[in-house]
């Protein structure tokens, strides 16, 4: 069983999403030989995953020409996997687990010339399984977009070819950088 709902919401430059997903499987099976003197081997199982998300973003232009860009975004998720075990009748496993992430961050886009763009995020991670830790990870990432360079130096080097075909998308640097703390405590 399968069930699912996803909503969305954009007033100008704020945009929101919700989702919602559960998911739920039974399985039970006979296995064995056709010997009646051998036992059949029983086994249930019954499995569970449930999610919930809630993103939002907002983006605001700096100039007036909108070259300058800051976007800011905070998410939080929660999820609880349930898993039921039995074999021959005996429970072999009963577990769950929750967990929540929040997820925060601004980034920075210029559209000139080339483009760039710079992210800065963090994440706390808090589930049932690690029960002493809260966990912080913060990034950051730079991308250079080169596409419009290289076009104009093959605009340059190859002045017709096909009506330039050769047009380049998709190129660019990227650097990403992240670190992993770990807190006794709520907060760091």
Not at 13 to 31: G, H, I, P, V, Y
Not at 53 to 71: A, E, F, P, T
Not at 124 to 151: I, K, M, R, W
């Amino acid at each position: 069983m399968l069930t699912w709902l996803k909503t969305k919401y954009k007033k100008k430059e704020f945009e929101t999403e919700a989702s919602l997903s559960f998911n739920k499987q039974w399985d039970e099976r006979e296995m064995g030989m056709m010997n009646p003197a051998l036992p059949l081997l029983l086994r249930n199982e019954e499995l569970s995953d449930l999610r919930a998300g809630l993103s939002s973003n907002y983006g605001l232009n700096i100039d007036n020409r909108q070259k300058h860009r800051l976007h800011f975004l905070a998410n939080y998720s929660f999820s609880r996997n349930e898993n039921n075990v039995e074999r021959m009748k005996q429970q072999v496993f009963d577990g769950f687990r929750n967990a929540h992430e929040i997820q925060y961050g601004a980034s920075y886009n210029y559209r000139g010339e080339n483009k760039v763009s710079i992210d800065l995020k963090n994440k706390h991670y808090f589930s049932n399984t690690v029960q002493n830790y809260n966990n912080f990870f913060p990034s950051g990432s730079v991308a250079v977009y080169l596409e419009d360079f290289l076009n104009d130096i093959l605009d340059d080097l190859i002045e017709t070819w096909y009506l330039h075909r050769y047009d380049l998308n998709q190129l660019k640097l990227f650097g990403s950088a992240g670190r992993i703390f770990r807190c006794r405590r709520l907060f760091c």
